[in-house]
Structure formats: structure tokens, C-alpha cells
């Protein structure tokens, strides 16, 4: 309980000190939207699932302010590290289930998502909930309750992510290794998987009528390199708040690295079968393994559209927590060593937290902070440039009503300013936000950072605006440049 509690503690700290970002107003909007609005638009993507939607829609008729909508998620990663300690438990002993959810709760990364207003932590507890279900059900397979329980959450799964057909797979590839000696399990899998494909198959049928997944907006996905697993495991066990540039990061993944192997071990010698053993190391590295193949651009290989991303597999942190808790405590028994390789660990841990907290450079774009100053220092005849893809921060965070709102081609103007935004009188005062995501797959954001520092040369509206007008302010925010212009010799010229 003392530990449900910390935890508890450690994701309401700052859960509305950052604004909400791109995605997070997504959901605010499908869930605050009427019900047609919400399936038109996650139809018009086609690129989620829609139950977390479904979900979150009573939650945020209470309120859509940041805090409010983060705390469901905040509830699901507690309900995640609460199984997590009973999966522990039941594979091994008491003492690794505690460490294990223990260290998952201290995770920056589960950290992160705990405070995000996605469906990561409710796919996280649903993912451990499907496999706590399959352990039981592989000592009890005529348990019919047991099987209807763990369809649904399969299908719940399927559901919340579309990466949830790897878990499926990741389950299937040790039944179907050990068909032979647990025939009925693998029978009874296989009916409850067609089962949970025919619950999905009305889904897919909608979305392959509205124009299927090729238009889905996933392009901006970087093609992944040979290394990306082993980033990824960096930033499950350090968070993408641990700089990797600091070699005494890379000393502590490497402590984690040992322990994890420790725990795998440990985990085929010591596990009540085969068929156990391999669910977890299945579930452990397969989905990793098939986002990556799919996602890296090899030789001889088609070209295909990325997928890899940290934060859609985060529902592995489990089994990563539990390997790495049960391998230090198999090395702690053994050798003193455990004891001093748990020290860089430890603070690497709490530097990254603390950076996740309070460090700005890590913050998510702050849309809040920068339409405040906008509608604390445009003038009433300002005129603010934007463009559609800032229709939702500025439905979010709305600019004054004094100001002038004009959406604009995301290209230089042609001929004059006037022309190009349709206003026939003199624009005294024009203002323009440049804002750049932070699309690294692990979430590092050197490359969102320096892009902006470098005068965010990618917007080319503001490299036009910057030569053709005096730049009388320009602000910074996380992810967000504020940008002022006026006429020279203009009233307001200053």
C-alpha cells in the first residue's frame, strides 16, 4: 500500500504544470465532441482505435481542464502497477513482484504517460490483466468464465491499440510451440482468438470502407535504424529525461541491461514450464521485434511506412520491470556487486524524474503559455497567422476575441501580406506561432530543440516574414517560437 501510495504521489506531482500537447487535445476533443464529430474524426484518421475514446467520454463531461483529463490516466497507471506486483508474485515471490512494481512506478517513462491524456497506461494494465488471465487459465483450462474473461480483454486490447494484434501474436508463438503438450489450452486459445478477430472484424470492415489504412497520418515517422532496440531499452529504463550524451547514463543501462539478462535466466530455469517462461520473454521482445522489422529500411526489403515509436509499446514495460527485478535479486543473493550497480542506477533514475518534473527542455510543446502571452501583448488590431493543422491548440487554448484569426497556406506569401491573407487594409501588428513535435521515437528532444534554436528554418512563413518585416518580439516557449512583426515607421513600431 505504502508503495501505491509513493507511486500515486510521484504522478500527481506537476500533472497539470505542462500544457496539453497535439495529441492530448485530440482527445479532449473526440471526447468532448458530439458522438457523430468523434467517429467522424477518428474515421477521417484512421489510425486509432476508438474504446479509449468511449471511455474517456463521461470522464470529460466533468471537466477538460489538463488536470482533469490526465487523472484517468494517472488511475490506469496505478491499476498497471498494482497487477504488475501480482504478476511478480505469482511467477515468482512476493519480494519481485514488490520490486517490480516498484521499479515500474519509478519508471520516468511509465512516469511520462501516467501524466498524458492517452490510452498508454489503460493498454498497459489491460496488457498485464490478458496475461495474468492466460497464466491462470494455463492451470485451469476448462475454466469457460475464465476463457470469456480473457476474450474481452483481448478484445478490449484490440480495441485501445492496433498494436494489440502483437500481443496476440506474442501470445500465440509459445501455445504454438507447446501445442503438442497442452493441446486443450492451445484448442481453447485458438476458438477464444477467432472469437476476439470476429469481435474486431466489424471495425476493421468501417474502417476499410471510409479508405483503409493507407492514408493514415503516420508518414512523419521516421524509418528506424539497426539500433533502435537498443535506445529503447534505454528509454524504458531511464526515460527519454536521461540525457544520452552523459556517459554514466549508458553505465546504468548497462546495470539493467545485466539484470534483465539476470531475470530472463532466471525465468527459464525457474518458472513452472515451459509454456510460462515463454509467454513472458515472448511478451518481453516480440512486439519490439516486429515494430522494428516492419519499421527499419533494409536491404533487398520493400519500402514501407515506419511505425516505431517508443510510446506505442510501452505496455512492455511490465515485463521489463519484472525480468529486471527478478534478475537483481538472483544477482544480490549471489554477488555484492548487485548492491553497488544498483547505486548509478538509482541516480541516474532520480536526475531523470527530476528533469521530467522541472526541466523545460524536456517539457511538451506549451501551446498554454504561449497563447497567454499572445493575448497579453497583441495589440486589439493584431492579426494572428495560422494554419489548419493549429485549428486545434487554438480551439484548446483560444487567442482573445480582440485579435483577428486568419488561416494561411503554410508556404510563403506570393506577393504582398495583404494579398496572401485576404485583408484589404494596412496589418499594423502580425503575429505567427512556429511550433515543431517532438517525433523522435524515444522522445529525446535535442532534435526539436536545436531545429527551433537554429531560427526553426523548416517554417518557411516566418523565414519570409523575418526578411520582408521588423521583428519587433519573438518569444520561446518548449517546442514553440512566438513571433511579432510590424511595419516599419508603423504607430506601434517601437
Known amino acids: 500500500m505504502t508503495l501505491l501510495i509513493a507511486a500515486f504521489a510521484m504522478r500527481l506531482v506537476h500533472l497539470d504544470a505542462q500544457s496539453l500537447w497535439w495529441d492530448e487535445m485530440v482527445t479532449v476533443f473526440r ?4 458522438p457523430s464529430l468523434m467517429w467522424a474524426d477518428i474515421l477521417r484518421a484512421r489510425n486509432q482505435v476508438p474504446l479509449y475514446y468511449v471511455l474517456m467520454r463521461p470522464w470529460a463531461t466533468l471537466g477538460q481542464r489538463a488536470f482533469w483529463v490526465r487523472y484517468i490516466s494517472v488511475w490506469w497507471g496505478m491499476v498497471e502497477i498494482a497487477l504488475t506486483y501480482r504478476l511478480g508474485a505469482r511467477l515468482a515471490n512476493q519480494s519481485v513482484g514488490t520490486l517490480a512494481a516498484g521499479l515500474l512506478s519509478a519508471l520516468p517513462t511509465h512516469v511520462w504517460y501516467s501524466q498524458e491524456a492517452r490510452a498508454y497506461t489503460l493498454l498497459g494494465a489491460l496488457a498485464v490483466l490478458s496475461y495474468l488471465q492466460l497464466l491462470r487459465l494455463a492451470r485451469r483450462p476448462r475454466d469457460g468464465w475464465g476463457w470469456l474473461g480473457y476474450g474481452a480483454t483481448l478484445t478490449a486490447i484490440l480495441y485501445t491499440h492496433y498494436f494489440g494484434a502483437f500481443l496476440l501474436l506474442a501470445q500465440a508463438i509459445p501455445l504454438l510451440l507447446q501445442w503438442r503438450r497442452n493441446r486443450p489450452l492451445f484448442l481453447r486459445w485458438a476458438v477464444t482468438a477467432g472469437l476476439v478477430g470476429l469481435a474486431f472484424l466489424p471495425w476493421l470492415a468501417i474502417v476499410l470502407r471510409a479508405g483503409g489504412f493507407r492514408q493514415a497520418p503516420i508518414d512523419w515517422i521516421a524509418d528506424a535504424h539497426w539500433y533502435e532496440p537498443l535506445l529503447t531499452f534505454y528509454t524504458f529504463g531511464l526515460g527519454s529525461t536521461a540525457d544520452p550524451a552523459r556517459w ?28 510460462v517462461s515463454q509467454t513472458v520473454l515472448c511478451w518481453a521482445g516480440v512486439p519490439l521485434f516486429l515494430m522494428w522489422i516492419l519499421s527499419v529500411n533494409l536491404p533487398g526489403l520493400p519500402q514501407r511506412r515506419s511505425i516505431y515509436m517508443d510510446r506505442y509499446i510501452t505496455w512492455l ?3 521489463f520491470a519484472l525480468l529486471v527485478a527478478w534478475g537483481w535479486q538472483r544477482w544480490r543473493r549471489r554477488h555484492r556487486s548487485a548492491w553497488i550497480a544498483a547505486l548509478p542506477v538509482l541516480a541516474c533514475l532520480a536526475l531523470s524524474l527530476g528533469a521530467l518534473y522541472v526541466d523545460p527542455r524536456h517539457a511538451r510543446e506549451d501551446w498554454r503559455s504561449a497563447v497567454a502571452s499572445l493575448n497579453q501583448l497583441a495589440t486589439h488590431d493584431a492579426v494572428l497567422v495560422s494554419d489548419p493543422v493549429q485549428r486545434l491548440p487554438l480551439w484548446y487554448y483560444p487567442p482573445s476575441e480582440e485579435l483577428t484569426v486568419v488561416e494561411a497556406p503554410q508556404g510563403p506569401p506570393e506577393g504582398n501580406v495583404n494579398e496572401w491573407l485576404g485583408i484589404p487594409a494596412p496589418i499594423p501588428e502580425l503575429w505567427l506561432i512556429t511550433w515543431r513535435d517532438n517525433t523522435n521515437p524515444h522522445g529525446f528532444p535535442a532534435q526539436r530543440n536545436q531545429a527551433l534554436a537554429g531560427g526553426a528554418t523548416f517554417d518557411q512563413r516566418k523565414n519570409w516574414l523575418d526578411t520582408h518585416y521588423h521583428v519587433a518580439q519573438r518569444l520561446s516557449f518548449p517546442g514553440i517560437i512566438l513571433s511579432c512583426y510590424r511595419q516599419a515607421g508603423t504607430a506601434h513600431d517601437g
Open 31 to 34: 471526447s468532448a465532441s458530439p
Open 248 to 275: 554514466w547514463n549508458w553505465l546504468a543501462a548497462l546495470a539493467l541491461l545485466v539484470s534483465f539478462g539476470w531475470g530472463a535466466r532466471r525465468l527459464l530455469r525457474q518458472a513452472g514450464s515451459a509454456l
Open 317 to 319: 514495460l511490465p515485463p
